[in-house]
């Protein structure tokens, strides 16, 4: 009787483990936000990584643009270009340095990060700066004005999430 028992208590371990396992993936349901962080870098100085809050975070499944608020660097001249990173996903899936301010572009930067998933899952994530279309510029006449203002800050950069 002894056995049968214990062989019934390391079963129901097994189970509860797998299960757990199971809860700890990464897995996401369409809607979902995907937490992001971001790091800058300015005259070769770095910031921490910084939480991006919610609402400028992609969604999981979910084509999406969103403007995103890029703080000031300490001791900004305007003289170097100023670089952002980003992590994505609970899998802290890496996005390297993205030049924004000061491309030698007369251009209002956007940035295009593509998210590729399966069932679940993330898979990989790209991005790279794109010049903003004109339609956008357009209809963002503000974000012109900000962008080339050297007092203006946070600067607001147009993220677009593609699925």
């Given at each position: ?8 208590l ?7 483990v797998i ?13 979902d ?53 980003f ?31 399966s ?45």
């Open positions: 009787m002894g056995i049968p028992t214990t062989a019934m390391l079963l129901l371990v097994v189970v509860e299960g757990m396992m199971g809860m700890a993936s990464a897995s996401y349901r369409v809607g936000l995907v937490p992001m962080s971001r790091m800058g870098q300015y005259h070769a100085m770095r910031t921490n990584w910084h939480d991006i809050l919610g609402h400028h975070c992609p969604i999981f499944g979910v084509n999406r643009e969103v403007l995103l608020p890029i703080p000031k660097p300490t001791g900004y001249t305007g003289a170097d270009a100023y670089k952002i990173s992590q994505v996903g609970r899998e802290k899936f890496f996005i390297p340095w993205l030049l924004v301010i000061n491309r030698k572009s007369p251009e209002i930067p956007m940035i295009d990060i593509h998210l590729r998933f069932g679940s899952d993330i898979h990989g994530v790209t991005a790279k700066v794109v010049n903003m279309p004109r339609q956008y510029v357009d209809s963002h006449e503000d974000l012109l004005k900000e962008f080339w203002d050297p007092e203006h800050w946070p600067k607001r950069i147009l993220v677009r999430y593609f699925w």
